[in-house]
């Protein structure tokens, strides 16, 4: 992973008049958190091949475990936790519960950051 070269202010002047106005505009602290919240579900190697998983295809555990080579027990621990932060979504077609995304945002956070990355990668 490469560094990013950031560029550090010399200055000692705050900018009152754009403190202010930004101040005005953060987002309250508890949807802050909720934000936080959700990226570190996607902290985790394990979730995050899970969601790619699921932004091709509905699956099952069973379908999942075999993908992953994990066990049964484990996928459903990572499903429940993506479940908890609303990631994803579940459905019974008779004995089978079959898991998708949530929703489009996140297949669209998702896919921005394959974008991101591979724009990063194809720039080295």
């Known amino acids: 992973m490469t560094k990013c070269k950031c560029i550090s202010c010399d200055c000692n002047t705050i900018h009152e008049e754009n403190v202010k106005y930004v101040k005005g505009e953060m987002l309250q602290e508890d949807i802050l958190l909720d934000i936080a919240d959700f990226y570190k579900a996607l902290s985790d190697s394990t979730r995050i091949k899970i969601i790619n998983a699921l932004d091709k295809s509905e699956l099952c555990v069973c379908d999942i475990s075999a993908l992953l080579n994990m066990t049964k027990s ?6 429940q936790n993506l479940k908890d932060m609303c990631l994803i979504k579940s459905r019974r077609e008779g004995k089978e519960v079959l898991y998708s995304l949530a929703d489009n945002h996140v297949r669209e956070v998702f896919e921005i950051c394959i974008e991101h990355v591979m724009e990063r990668k194809n720039a080295k």
């Open 74 to 79: 484990a996928v459903s621990h990572q499903l």
